[in-house]
């Protein structure tokens, strides 16, 4: 199974400055600078109806690549004008916990637990772990138990975790100082806007999470990958990654 481990992180004291400007209405990421780390922050509007989930193509396969993707909305008529890994997989590209494309449920959601010391936990398993879903009025994230108590009737929706922000509150788990460092990229519900994040340095949980809630101002946040899984297309910044897992499971695009 394609999750990671990971133990938890922290932020340098010195915090993270006035180093991002929001893009120009004709660009969707930035780089920016905090605390020292580089990152590429794109944003959307929360109402945004081009947000999309891909998983799999018409031939039934996983997409696996954003170049796949990118020829996919082509042939279409589409442009793929922006993409990143949307989740955890497993070894056959399948989404770990709910996936919701198109209004359809392709996979179940996920309440399974794991015990362990934290660094045998996957990062999955790191309750609370949560959902990022957009339903008709708009986009949101919510913990996988809240999600479950009162469940939006979403058009769509994919699981991951651990959460990064809750209700404007770290992770209760994550260590300040923590030397478990690689690169990391997640989503945020910040005001009016979403914000798709990935480290270009390595980082830890608490430095990441910490972009999210005191620079972006999001109220929830929600980890997507790390390491060698995180991946971004940006045609704004001439990026098409590969995963180095021989490819992405779920994908979070924006198609127009």
């Not at 996920?110 to 957009?134: D, E, H, Q």
């Not at 770290?170 to 690169?183: C, E, M, V």
């Not at 997640?186 to 806007?193: L, M, N, S």
């Not at 430095?207 to 940006?234: I, M, N, P, Q």
Request: with cysteine; charged share 25%.
């Amino acid at each position: 199974m394609r999750i990671f481990p990971g133990v938890i992180g922290l932020v340098s004291a010195m915090l993270l400055g006035n180093a991002y400007a929001a893009q120009p209405d004709d660009r969707l990421c930035e780089a920016a600078s905090f605390g020292g780390a580089g990152y590429v922050v794109c944003s959307v509007k929360r109402d945004a109806g081009d947000v999309r989930l891909f998983w799999r193509g018409a031939d039934g396969q996983p997409y696996r690549t954003f170049s796949t993707l990118a020829n996919a909305t082509e042939a279409q008529g589409e442009q793929l004008a922006f993409a990143m890994n949307g989740g955890m997989f497993d070894d056959d590209f399948s989404p770990v916990g709910l996936y919701v494309e198109g209004g359809q449920e392709l996979r179940p959601v996920n309440a399974a637990s794991r015990t362990g010391s934290p660094g045998s936990v996957p990062n999955f398993y790191k309750k609370p772990n949560g959902i990022f879903f957009i339903d008709e009025k708009g986009a949101g994230i919510l913990s996988t138990e809240e999600f479950l108590k009162r469940p939006p009737n979403v058009k769509m929706a994919t699981q991951s975790g651990p959460m990064l922000v809750i209700d404007g509150a770290l992770h209760p788990a994550f260590i300040p100082g923590s030397t478990d460092r690689r690169r990391r990229d997640g989503v945020g519900i910040c005001e009016d806007d979403i914000k798709f994040v990935i480290s270009e340095d390595d980082v830890n949980f608490h430095d990441f999470a910490r972009v999210f809630r005191d620079e972006l101002k999001c109220s929830d946040a929600l980890f997507l990958d790390g390491g060698r899984g995180t991946g971004l297309y940006s045609p704004d910044l001439d990026r098409n990654d590969r995963s180095g897992h021989g490819g992405y499971g779920p994908m979070i695009a924006i198609v127009r």
